[in-house]
């Protein structure tokens, strides 16, 4: 059983990874003052940055999902791994040796799963570079070189060799103390006759990289006439690779792809190459499957939504790269980025592009493309014989539904004109943008998109008994940014960000001063931690251990991490009137309780209680009159 991780070494990641460069790794961030950083949230789909980093507190935050945590929370939720696992691959990348409890430092026992797999890869994938130097590789030598790639591009991108023999990269892992069944399950080998045996043999092999650039998969091409296998093979589905999360080059685009704002989409590995050698350092790959849902979340988070951000997808100019263009459009919609389509002259990918042309074809080729929807409608015209009434009639049956489902009105209107047109409407276009509305309004009216000659699709449909119930009222949400609230909120805030500058005074409030039970629980969660005034460098890691249960971790992150509502900066002054206003308003409403109190007692209650109960009334009275003169100084 794995050991325990030194408490110290926890801290040492913590403190050495900045939580900015782990998450810039996976999302463009931009700054979102006050010391914050923001961009699109890694945890559900969003078109507005609402997900904020605080590099100065090591937090993260998205207001919009509620997922908050620090570096190794970031790690573990959105790659799916242990704690152990993500202080290993910090720990890895700082340089930090950890020491494990309960039974010694053992990395080949101790190391979680992932990062187990993780290592494979990357001693698998400098197994492969260095087999591509030997006598055997020579035919997928010969093959790059036929595709214009020299031993410089192959380098760059950690092209190499798997070997035609049974388990020559077995042998190599077990030797490095990987076991049969770390080599399986990776997909690195598959189950032989008499044990395991090399999945990859005879292939020239591409590295699939994740974002970070960690070695998850690889992509295999066959270059010999005897093997039965699939021109290409990649690594199956595995805890580490799945390909409709995947896409190839991404790590080396990243960086150009947020830095222009601009992704250039193709459709293989040598393509991939053949662009970033060419200038065109934006593109990327799928890995053996159709560009989607997942795919785009990918982009979006490094092109961040914005409206000047453009997605370039290119095709070959046959049959199947037409279809995996109009495919594309189904996605479209999911970017805020103009989404167009560049197809290849006389049939060639990027790769046989740059071998017939040269890089400025390559080139010329991206920035010569074609608006999607402009490609997706003509294409569908260009299906039928427009100079018949019969074939105009076809046409704008298939072609209408297309411009229908342009959620942009005035976009819309744009190609429903354009459409006329293609059809030879030239004197009435106005009969085309009555149909594309008439389908546009049908689609709205039921909640879905357009189907094919506007038709409903029935199969999407549920009956009425079948639909879940809406769910019963329970009274109105507590909205913890209400006026009634907001100034709780700021105190906490300020108590957890600027803890210097609400001391010694915010640890004499009681958590009953804090009307919100999630604010009350906070307060005492602070308390709990030692309190403000004993802030220091792991004051907010204390306060989130200190917490009672993940609810209230969550809200200690987000207010944390949420900026101060002020536009001037934060000072003594502001924290003062923060710390009055929450005062005041528990001083007014103990004043109104004891007045209800009063009024309860009558003329017949206990004189002696009666004069207690009318004391404490006139002393708040006066300590209400103190707060609103003198302000702070009279706390």
Known sequence: MAGRINDDDVKAVRDAVPIDAVVSEYLQLRNAGGGNLKGLCPFHDEKSPSFQVSPSKGLFYCFGCQEGGDTLDFVMKVDHLSFSESVERLASQAGITLRYEEGGYNPGRQQGERIRLVEAHKVAAQFYVEQLDSAEAETGRKFLASRGFDQAAAQHFGVGYSPAGWDHLVRFLRGRGFSDKELTLSGLAQDGRRGPIDRFRGRLMWPIRDITGEVIGFGARKLRDDDNGPKYLNTPETPLYKKSHVLYGIDLAKKDIAKGSRAVVVEGYTDVMACHLAGVTTA???????????????????????????????????AAGQRAALRAFEDDQKFAAR???AVSPGGMDPCELRLAQGDEAVQQLVEGSTPL????????????????PEGQAA??????????????????????????????????????????GQLSRFAGERGRRPEQGGRTNHRDAAPAAQRPAPPMPRGPALNLRSPAHRVERELLKLALQRPELVSPAFDAYG??????????????????????????????ARVREASPDDSVRAMVTELAVEPLHTRREADQVYAGEQLVAVRLAAVNQRITDIRGSLQRL??????????????????????????RERGADAL
């Open 373 to 388: 929807f402009e490609f997706a409608i003509r294409s569908l015209v260009d299906r039928h014989d427009c100079d018949s």
């Open 284 to 318: 990327v790959a799928t890995c053996g499957t159709s560009f989607g849902g997942d795919h785009v979340k990918i982009l979006r988070r490094l092109l961040m939504d914005n409206s000047r951000a453009r997605v370039i997808f290119t095709f070959d100019g046959d």
């Open 511 to 540: 958590a009953d001063e804090f009307t919100a039970p999630p604010y009350t629980a906070v307060r005492q969660t602070i308390e709990a931690a030692g309190g403000a005034a004993a802030a220091d460098s792991e004051y907010l």
């Open 339 to 341: 989404t167009s389509i």
């Open 395 to 436: 046409a704008l049956e298939e072609a209408a539904p297309i411009v229908a489902h342009i959620k942009d009105p005035s976009i819309r209107h744009k190609y429903a004109v354009m459409l006329s047109g293609l059809l030879g409407y030239v004197t009435d276009n106005q009969f085309v943008v009555r149909r594309v």
């Open 602 to 627: 009558g003329a017949h209650a206990d004189p002696e209680h009666l004069a207690a109960v009318q004391n404490e009334l006139w002393i708040l009275q006066q300590y209400g009159q103190s707060l």
